[in-house]
Nanobody, 124 residues
């Protein structure tokens, strides 16, 4: 069982930056692919980014590529999402998720464990 807790959300002006962090429980964190998803009001949950267990494989949604960066620290059991050049359309609840089979990618069904989410609001 893996428990995930997100932090770092908040209110920021367009063009600004935020760094989200996800802390995971469990001794085998390095074997899990980790992902970030988001859900805006009235919309479906969408993929943002993922990273493989070793940290060498990353994948981004087109809408955030070049602006967001996902990183992990397996010694600390954390995965971060650095968000730069934020836009109002980035406003959403951001969720951290874990895939115990280390696949990752834009497939929500692969992720068995989810955090409670953290709100990100970007004002224009």
């Amino acid at each position: 069982q893996v428990q995930l807790v997100e932090s770092g959300g908040g209110l920021v002006q367009a063009g600004g930056s935020l760094r989200l962090s996800c802390a995971a429980s469990g001794r085998i964190f390095s074997t899990y692919a980790m992902g970030w998803f988001r859900q805006a009001p009235g919309k479906e949950r969408e993929f943002v980014a993922s990273i493989g267990g070793s940290g060498t494989s990353t994948y981004y949604a087109e809408s955030v590529a070049g602006r967001f960066a996902i990183n992990r620290d397996n010694a600390k059991n954390t995965v971060d999402l650095q968000m730069n050049s934020l836009k109002p359309e980035d406003t959403a609840v951001y969720y951290c998720a874990a895939d115990r089979f280390n696949r990752g990618g834009n497939y929500p069904e692969r992720y068995a464990y989810w955090g409670q989410g953290t709100q990100v609001t970007v004002s224009s």
